[in-house]
């Protein structure tokens, strides 16, 4: 039995319940379904009141709701809920239908119950969701990928609740990724690389306040001001009104002021960290950033170290603190350095999460489209940022970039700001404030620039100790060398 439902969502936290409104609003009859039912009446009651929802409070009256071939969609809780539904809901459907899992799944999960559901019959679609909550009611990012035959059914709505780009506002952030896990592991790379761009602005922030010596009145306004530049991003522009919100317990000041400098996380950006290991790609920056939230998390550690351990105040000589006092003393030369060290990181850390979806594409063979996913993330999604659609241009041109710091835009932008970015992560380090970010954008361009890096020595240590063997620059082959026999006699 199917009903006359075009659409149905289960999960009615958050983002399941915002998304749900989202579809609906475009025409469509959604059925709806909580493990906890009373989610599913108060909807009803509330928000959905007088729309058209049909709420079910068992998976089979909400299965029987839906018209076929059904598009049943979870938003619930990422792990084993999303493998107890998959077997509950196999029995349930017919051949054709579609599962769907908007999750913020690991990939490999998605990869393995693509074939799990496929078997079955149905077919089955990972989608990368993002945008919180007000994206997933006004307009998320969807990133698609699983079993292809399902993207002629959920392409219209699913185009219809995306966020839309471009100059008349009808370019969906929302297209087909490609195969299994392949949408998941585009929405974790977007999600490592959001942790990159709020550790570069983080940093930004200290090195303005501590070294620039900005109020928070200050911080507002250049951050205005970067928002209407090459900067500009969803991310830069909340920064700026978190600086001009006042406590909302009562007290004097600014609310940013008296937070705790703990990070949390949700391990996203830890997965993409680990995969990267293991591909052998350097995306540091992630990397960074996930070490730089577990410094933030030691907090009492840090609170016992700050009592003990002197920073370079007192160590600095002469020459080191007028150096420090050129590169900080020009209040609004300072700003623009930071500025271009921000933006300069920032083109790093994108060109770093494009390598790894190239290696990630050739080792799953998915045939990512790297502009396409760049313009899956210019709406809708937390690093949305005019800067995508230059990246969307770089791949457009050269489907096979091989790092985006060649794309000539970059490159001309990396050497513009290059001055100002090594003064500030300079001035940062004579000064003892950590810019790990930064500073880890900055050795990675160094080292990607270089023809040659020292592991010719590191190469001779292997092959020392392990006999692992190298190779030479002037003749083919694989060599070993008995290298105390090879020492200079004194
Ligand atoms: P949560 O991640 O907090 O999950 C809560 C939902 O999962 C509730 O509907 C809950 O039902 C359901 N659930 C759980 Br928990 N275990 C279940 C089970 N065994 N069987 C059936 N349902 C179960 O919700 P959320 O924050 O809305 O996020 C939903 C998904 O979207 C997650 O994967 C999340 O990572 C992802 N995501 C979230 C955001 C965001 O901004 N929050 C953004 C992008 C993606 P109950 O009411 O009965 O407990």
Redo the contacts with the bound molecule.
């Keep these: 039995m199917s009903g006359d439902c075009d659409f149905g969502l289960?999960?009615?936290?958050?983002?399941?319940e915002n998304l749900a409104l989202n579809v609906e609003s475009r025409g469509y009859k959604v059925a709806v379904y909580?493990?906890?039912t009373s989610?599913v009446d108060e909807l009803l009651a509330g928000r959905a009141k007088g729309k058209n929802f049909v709420g079910t409070h068992t998976l089979e009256e909400f299965v029987a709701a839906v018209a076929r071939p059904r598009k049943l969609m979870m938003?619930?809780?990422?792990g084993p809920?999303v493998d107890?539904?998959i077997d509950s809901l196999i029995p349930l459907c017919d051949e054709g239908d579609i599962l769907i899992d908007?999750?913020?799944?690991y990939y490999v999960d998605t990869e393995e119950r693509t074939k799990r559901v496929e078997a079955a019959g149905l077919l089955y679609v990972g989608a990368g969701?993002?945008g919180?909550?007000e994206g997933a009611l006004k307009g998320p990012s969807l990133m698609p990928g699983g079993t292809e035959a399902a993207w002629p059914h959920i392409k219209d709505m699913f185009q219809a609740i995306a966020a839309k780009v471009g100059p008349n506002d009808d370019i969906p952030c929302c297209e087909w990724v490609g195969p299994r896990g392949a949408g998941h592991y585009v929405k974790m790379v977007h999600n490592g690389i959001e942790y990159g761009d709020m550790q570069l602005i983080c940093e930004a922030y200290q090195l303005l306040h501590e070294l620039g010596g900005l109020s928070n009145e200050e911080l507002y306004d250049v951050f205005a001001k970067w928002n209407e530049g090459v900067l500009q991003s969803y991310l830069i522009e909340i920064t700026r009104d978190i600086f001009s919100a006042k406590d909302d317990q009562g007290g004097d000041g600014y609310l940013v002021d008296k937070i705790l400098d703990v990070a949390g996380a949700k391990g996203t950006g830890k997965w993409m960290s680990q995969l990267a290991l293991d591909l052998g790609v350097p995306s540091t920056l992630v990397t960074t950033a996930v070490f730089a939230r577990g410094l933030s998390a030691q907090k009492e550690a840090r609170t016992r170290a700050s009592k003990t351990l002197n920073g370079p105040s007192d160590s600095l000589n002469p020459e080191m603190s007028a150096l420090a006092k050129k590169l900080t003393g020009d209040k609004q030369a300072f700003i623009d350095a930071v500025h271009d060290a921000l933006y300069a990181s920032k083109i790093v850390s994108y060109a770093q999460g494009f390598v790894q979806l190239q290696a990630a594409s050739a080792e799953h063979d998915w045939k990512l489209d790297y502009g396409q996913a760049a313009l899956l993330w210019r709406g809708g999604c937390i690093i949305r940022a005019q800067f995508l659609d230059r990246i969307k241009e770089a791949f457009g041109e050269q489907p096979d970039l091989e790092n985006l710091l060649l794309y000539p835009y970059f490159e001309e932008a990396v050497e513009n700001a290059q001055a100002g970015w090594r003064a500030v992560v300079s001035a940062a380090s004579l000064l003892g404030i950590p810019v790990p970010a930064f500073s880890a954008a900055l050795n990675y361009f160094d080292g990607y620039r270089l023809e040659r890096l020292p592991a010719n020595l590191l190469q001779a240590q292997r092959d020392y100790f392990g006999a692992h063997t190298y190779q030479r620059v002037d003749r083919e082959g694989t060599f070993h060398s008995e290298w105390l026999d090879l020492r200079k006699q004194p």
């Design positions: 289960i999960g009615l936290a958050v983002m399941g909580n493990r906890t989610k938003l619930v809780k990422a809920a107890a539904l908007g999750g913020n799944t969701v993002s919180g909550e």
